[in-house]
C-alpha cells in the first residue's frame, strides 16, 4: 500500500488518463476553494490568515495518492480562494506560490522516503509530523506572511503572531485533514465484520456526543472525558480510529471556540482557537503514534502466524516437531506435529520428562535416559532413535536430537530439540533387509537344486538308469519353474511400483481359465480339488492366471505334504468369486490384513516359506481389476483366501 509516485502516476489505480486527469482536477479544485472559503471566512481569521487551513491537508493528500500531477489544481484553487477573500491579484498571486510549493515540497520529500499513506508505520507517522506539518508549511506561512507584510496588511510588528498562526493553520491541516484522507483512501474498513462495523459506528456516535458537551455545552474545563473515548477508538480500530476521532475532537473544539463555549483565559477567539489547535494537536500525533505501533504490532503478529503456519505445514510434512524442556519446572512444550506424532490432542496431557520416558518403549527407555544424562553431564548435542509405545498400534521409530541450554553458572536452565518421525525409513530398511534376506535364500534353493542335478547329470548321466535320470529331469524343471515365478514376481513387483502394469480387459471364462492354471500346476506333494463353474467375465487373463498360481503356491508352502488344497470358481453377484482353501494352519485374525503387505509372512515368522511377495502380488492383480481379496478360516481351520472380480468394467 501507496508505494512512490510519480508526477503522472496515480498510487491508487496506476496511471491517470486525460479524463480521470481531469476529473480529479477538478474535485480537488472544488474542495480545495471550498475548506478555504470556510477556514477564512471564520470568526477565527485575520483577514487571509486563519488557524483553520484543511487546504494544505488536502492538497498533500492529493498529491501524495493521486500525483504531483495535480499541483496546476492546488495552484488554481489557491489563487480563486484568496482573490474572492479580498486579496488583491498580486497578492493572490505571490501567496500561491507558497500554498503550491508547500504542497509540491510536502508530497516530494514524503514520497523520497517511500512514505505509505496507510500510515502503518511509526517512521511514516513521524515523517508526515516531520517533514509536512513542520518543515513543508514553513514555506507558506513564510512567503503569504512576507506578502502580506510587502502589501502593508500586516504590520511589523506583528509579524512572529501573524506567521505563527498561518503556520498553525497549515501544520493543523497536515496533521487532522491529511492523515483523514490518507487512510480512508485504503478503505480499512473492508477488513471490518459486522459486529466490528456496528461497534464504530456506536463508538463515533458516543465520540460525538461526548465532545460536543465537553466543548459546546460548557463542560470545557473537563477535557479528560474524551480521552478513554480516543484511546478505545485508536486500539480497536488502529489508524481508522486515531484519524476519524483526531478529526471529529478538532472539528467540535475549534468550533467551541468560534461559539465562545470555551473561554479559556480572557484572549480573543483567535487565541482560543490556537490553544484548542494546541490541545488537540497533541492529541493527533499522540494518536497517529499509537496507531502506527498497533498496525507494526498486528503485521508483525500476522507475519508470525504466517512463519508459524508455515514452520508448522513444513514440519507436517517432514515428520518433525520441536520440543522444550524446561528443567527447574520439569515442563515441556511440545509442537503441534509432536502431538500427533505421539497420538496426542494438543493440551489433553500435562507433559513432563518422567512422562516422556514413559511413552518411549521399554527396550529402549534406558537408552533414552542415558543419553539426556550424558548430555547433562558432557554438554553436549545428542542424537540418538528410539521407538514410542501407542496404543493398539505398531511402535512408531523416532529420531530426537538436542541440547543443554545452560545459565551463567552452568546449571541447566532448559533443553531444546527436535523428533522426527522415522517410521517409515525403519520399514524400508526392514523391508531392504527382509528382501536381501528373504531372495538371497529363495534364490539359493533352486540354484543348489539345478547345480547340484545339472552336475550330476553332466558327470554321471550315462551311468544312471532312465527312472533316476527321469526324476532328476522333473527336479530340475520344478526348481526352474520355481525361480522363473520367483524373478517374475519380482519383476512385477518393480512393474507396478512404476505404474508399467495396465490391464488389459477381455472377456474370458474365468472357470476354464482357472483348470489351465491349475493342470499345469499341480504339485506331486499336494492333491488338488477344483471346482469350477463356467462364468464369463470381462479380466485380464493373464494376471488372473498369476493371481491363482501364487495362491496355490501359498497353500503348497503352508500346509504339510500330502495336504489337500481345494481351488473354486463361482458367479457371484455382478462379479467371480475365486477360492484357494487349504487345510493348514490357517491366518491369524489380527494378520488377514497385513498378510497381504509386502515381504510381509505368516505371523512375522522368518521361517515361514516364501518370500512375501505372492500375496502382494495377488492383492494388486485384484485391486487392477477393481476387486478386492481377502482371508477368511476354514470349518477345518485353515486359510480360504477369496478373490472378487467384477464382471464387467465400464470407463
Request: hydrophobic content about 45%.
Amino acid at each position: 500500500m501507496g508505494g512512490r509516485a510519480t508526477d503522472g502516476s496515480d498510487v491508487l489505480t496506476g496511471p491517470l488518463d486525460r479524463k480521470r486527469y481531469a476529473a480529479l482536477s477538478a474535485a480537488l479544485f472544488a474542495a480545495y476553494v471550498v475548506a478555504a472559503k470556510i477556514g477564512i471566512e471564520l470568526e477565527v481569521a485575520e483577514g487571509l490568515i486563519t488557524p483553520v487551513w484543511a487546504p494544505t491537508g488536502i492538497a498533500l493528500a492529493a498529491l501524495l495518492l493521486y500525483g504531483r500531477r495535480l499541483w496546476p489544481a492546488v495552484a488554481l484553487a489557491a489563487f480563486v480562494a484568496n482573490v474572492t477573500s479580498g486579496a488583491s491579484i498580486p497578492e493572490a498571486a505571490f501567496i500561491t506560490v507558497g500554498n503550491t510549493l508547500e504542497a509540491v515540497v510536502g508530497a516530494t520529500l514524503l514520497l523520497r522516503i517511500d512514505f505509505r499513506p496507510a500510515l502503518d508505520r511509526v517512521r511514516d507517522v513521524f515523517a508526515l509530523i516531520g517533514l509536512a506539518a513542520i518543515a513543508s508549511t514553513i514555506i507558506a506561512a513564510t512567503n503569504g506572511t512576507t506578502t502580506l507584510l510587502i502589501s502593508g496588511d500586516v504590520d511589523s510588528s506583528d509579524y512572529g503572531s501573524a506567521w505563527l498562526l498561518w503556520w498553525l493553520g497549515d501544520a493543523m491541516g497536515n496533521l487532522v485533514v491529511a492523515p483523514l484522507l490518507l487512510v480512508l483512501a485504503q478503505r480499512p474498513w473492508r477488513e471490518l465484520d459486522g459486529k466490528r462495523l456496528v461497534e464504530g459506528g456506536l463508538l463515533l456516535v458516543l465520540l460525538v456526543t461526548v465532545t460536543a458537551v465537553v466543548f459546546l455545552g460548557g463542560l470545557w474545563r473537563y477535557p479528560h472525558l474524551v480521552f478513554p473515548l480516543l484511546v478505545w477508538a485508536t486500539l480497536r480500530f488502529n489508524q481508522l480510529g486515531a484519524v476519524v476521532s483526531s478529526f471529529v475532537v478538532t472539528v467540535l473544539a475549534v468550533a467551541g471556540a468560534v461559539r465562545g463555549t470555551t473561554p479559556i483565559g480572557e484572549g480573543s477567539a483567535t487565541e482560543v482557537a490556537q490553544i484548542m489547535e494546541g490541545l488537540t494537536g497533541g492529541f493527533a500525533v499522540s494518536l497517529l503514534i499509537l496507531g502506527a505501533i498497533l498496525a507494526e504490532r498486528s503485521t508483525a503478529g500476522k507475519e508470525l502466524a504466517r512463519t508459524h503456519a508455515g514452520l508448522a505445514e513444513a514440519q507436517q510434512l517432514a515428520h518433525i516437531g520441536s520440543w522444550e524442556w524446561d528443567v527447574p519446572e520439569n515442563k515441556v512444550t511440545w509442537s503441534a506435529e509432536l502431538y500427533r506424532l505421539w497420538g496426542l490432542e494438543p493440551g489433553g496431557e500435562e507433559l513432563t520428562y518422567e512422562w516422556y520416558l514413559d511413552s518411549v518403549h521399554p527396550e529402549d527407555r534406558e537408552l533414552v535416559r542415558s543419553m539426556v544424562e550424558r548430555a547433562f553431564t558432557a554438554g553436549t548435542p545428542f542424537s540418538f532413535e528410539h521407538r514410542v509405545s501407542q496404543p493398539d498400534e505398531r511402535p512408531r521409530w523416532i529420531h530426537s536430537r538436542g541440547r543443554v541450554i545452560r545459565d551463567d553458572s552452568g546449571a541447566p536452565l532448559r533443553m531444546l530439540g527436535t523428533a522426527q518421525d522415522i517410521t517409515d525409513r525403519k520399514r524400508i530398511e526392514e523391508l531392504r533387509d527382509s528382501i536381501l534376506s528373504t531372495v538371497s535364500h529363495e534364490l539359493r534353493t533352486p540354484l543348489t537344486a539345478i547345480l547340484g542335478f545339472s552336475m550330476t547329470l553332466e558327470d554321471k548321466g550315462e551311468r544312471l538308469d532312465e527312472e533316476t535320470r527321469s526324476a532328476m529331469v522333473t527336479s530340475l524343471s520344478q526348481q526352474a519353474r520355481k525361480l522363473d515365478r520367483l524373478l517374475s514376481d519380482l519383476l512385477d513387483i518393480d512393474r507396478l511400483r512404476r505404474g508399467f502394469v495396465p490391464p488389459n480387459f477381455q472377456e474370458t471364462d474365468v472357470g476354464l481359465l482357472v483348470e489351465h492354471v491349475v493342470t499345469a500346476f499341480t504339485p506331486s506333494s499336494h492333491a488338488i480339488a477344483v471346482r469350477t463353474e463356467s462364468v464369463s467375465a470381462q479380466v485380464d487373463a493373464p494376471k488372473v492366471e498369476r493371481i491363482v498360481d501364487n495362491l496355490i503356491a501359498n497353500a503348497v508352502n503352508h500346509t504339510p505334504p500330502g495336504s489337500q488344497i481345494s481351488v473354486g470358481v463361482e458367479a457371484n453377484g455382478d462379479g467371480v468369486l475365486i477360492t484357494v482353501d487349504d487345510n493348514g494352519p490357517g491366518v491369524a485374525e489380527s494378520d488377514r490384513t497385513s498378510i497381504f503387505d509386502l515381504f510381509t509372512r505368516g505371523g512375522g515368522n522368518a521361517f515361514v516359506p516364501g518370500t512375501g511377495i505372492g500375496l502382494s502380488l495377488v492383492s494388486q492383480f485384484t485391486a487392477l481389476h477393481g476387486g478386492r481379496v481377502w482371508v477368511e478360516e476354514t470349518p477345518s481351520g485353515g486359510a480360504s483366501f477369496r478373490v472378487f472380480l467384477p464382471a464387467r468394467h465400464t470407463g
